[in-house]
């Protein structure tokens, strides 16, 4: 994601040149935020900043001559280790926490196998859309394109008269899933922080410092998860106020830290006394098993931030094995602890491996923790969607109230996300919702579709189209039986929430 679109960037200047979005003429840097926002075809949360050391016409030159993927901004890119870290965090969230309820739904030996599956698939995947946005670099002489350019070229390249003419819907249907996808983030730690906060201060009374002995716990009732998620909302609008990127990696290192050290002792705490796991089935039943795929998926949806992080590279001929490396990473995390916590809590895990931890200060502290992490991650996921949306609101308001207008949109969307998480507490099913709804179009059933729309006029192996035409499948079912079983659960509950742990009976 590139800087606010409230505030110019260095080399701004350069790259609306570069690629057309904006008007050829220099903009005096004063003026470049109210033009960037009156723009409506601007969408720079995917691009890189653009480096006013090189003008555009030799980045151009270079890149068209050398035959390899350059572009703009090579002192100011990133190196394959912040890559990596980055890819790495992109991945890493509440998805990871839910990943042991996931195995639970669909069984201890089926969970940890369709988890590798669906991890290599997605991997997959998010090489099928670096290999196309790179194609269409080089055959449009730009430096970088986003996912929507690329699903909206690839449209363009159809054989097929009427995808051609409506290939604009390409990005806008792009757009419209990274929305969903981001504000159902949003949601979800809505929901993440009122159940973990509840917890904790129902708990109080009675936690201890002996974090192994089985205990009695008398909760001291207080108000309903749904006020605590109000009692958060002024918190969050005041979050995403700020607009600048740069101020917001603040809070980025910050939740960086809080969620490595709880983590840390969520692995420390799992791994210690696991029960005989002969008695938890192989493989559940099939009717909760579409549950597993929306958490799954969801945990694996990191596609939209593949070509960014792409795109900032200094040699982005080394993305390839950076996205191989650290998506190996992120699956052996996913796996391991996937599987450890099924073993350790059993039948008990809740929709979140932190609602189960034992009630001492220590692991009560983790849970505050990772839930400082979560609260400071909703601005950084809240900003996709702040720069797809608020410019087309900007855009056509006057002038002097672009700053009320902007804050205006950002609290209405703060609001909406607080709406939907008290419409849906459950965080299991959320999870699983978004991920059925938008993750899966985004990470399993557009790149292959969009393989072939780009390959098919230059000629495609039979055997790829029906790979790609398998994956898009596999991901269209997971779509539409996901989300289906996740609001008939949503209408009909099969069984109550669980408040077991395994230190602990909540009474």
Not at 45 to 64: I, K, R, V, W
Not at 81 to 91: A, D, M
Not at 485 to 506: D, G, H, K, R, V
Request: aromatic share 12%.
């Amino acid at each position: 994601m590139a800087a606010s679109a409230l505030e110019p960037t260095p080399g701004s200047e350069l790259k609306a040149r570069a690629t057309g979005g904006l008007s050829a003429a220099p903009v005096p840097p004063v003026t470049m935020s109210t033009q960037r926002l009156r723009d409506e075809d601007y969408r720079d949360y995917s691009s890189t900043d653009a480096s006013p050391e090189e003008s555009p016409s030799e980045g151009l030159n270079n890149f068209s001559s050398s035959g390899s993927y350059m572009r703009f901004g090579e002192s100011n890119s990133t190196t394959w280790f912040q890559t990596l870290i980055h890819l790495l965090k992109s991945n890493i969230g509440t998805g990871l926490l839910g990943l042991p309820l996931a195995v639970k739904n669909a069984g201890i030996l089926m969970g940890p196998l369709s988890l590798l599956v669906i991890g290599l698939v997605a991997v997959h995947c998010m090489r099928i859309l670096v290999k196309c946005a790179h194609h269409f670099c080089y055959r449009l002489n730009k430096p970088f394109v986003d996912y929507g350019d690329t699903v909206m070229y690839s449209l363009e390249a159809s054989p097929i008269s009427w995808l051609r003419n409506h290939a604009h819907w390409g990005r806008r249907m792009v757009d419209f899933f990274l929305i969903v996808t981001q504000l159902g983030f949003c949601c979800i730690y809505f929901v993440f922080l009122a159940d973990n906060f509840k917890q904790v201060i129902e708990m109080a009374n009675g936690t201890t410092n002996n974090c192994h002995n089985n205990e009695t716990v008398i909760l001291t009732p207080t108000m309903d998860s749904r006020l605590y998620m109000l009692t958060f909302l002024p918190f969050m609008v005041l979050l995403v106020f700020v607009r600048n990127l740069r101020a917001l990696s603040i809070f980025s290192l910050l939740a960086n830290i809080t969620m490595a050290v709880s983590l840390v002792m969520i692995y420390q705490f799992t791994v210690q006394n696991i029960p005989d796991p002969s008695h938890l089935p192989l493989v559940a039943s099939w009717k909760t098993y579409p549950l597993f795929f929306g958490t799954a998926i969801f945990a694996f949806e990191g596609i939209g931030m593949v070509l960014p992080l792409e795109n900032k590279m200094k040699d982005p001929k080394k993305f390839s094995l950076i996205l191989y490396v650290g998506m190996a990473i992120v699956t052996a995390l996913y796996v391991s602890l996937g599987i450890l916590g099924y073993l350790h809590f059993g039948a008990n895990i809740q929709g979140s491996i932190t609602l189960n931890l034992p009630n001492c200060w220590l692991y009560q502290s983790v849970k505050l923790l990772y839930s400082v992490g979560i609260f400071f991650t909703y601005a950084l996921q809240f900003y996709v969607p702040a720069e797809i949306i608020i410019p087309f609101f900007v855009a056509r308001g006057p002038e002097h109230c672009e700053l009320v207008i902007d804050l205006s949109v950002r609290t209405v969307l703060v609001c909406l996300t607080c709406i939907l998480a008290i419409l849906i507490p459950r965080l299991d099913l959320v999870i699983s919702l978004v991920g059925s709804v938008s993750s899966s179009a985004l990470a399993l059933i557009i790149p292959p579709l969009l393989e072939i729309t780009t390959y098919y006029s230059e000629g495609m192996s039979p055997i790829t189209i029906v790979k790609d035409a398998l994956i898009s499948i596999l991901g269209f079912v997971g779509f539409v039986v996901g989300t289906c079983l996740t609001l008939y659960e949503l209408i009909q509950p099969s069984s109550a929430p669980i408040f077991i742990n395994s230190t602990s009976a909540f009474v």
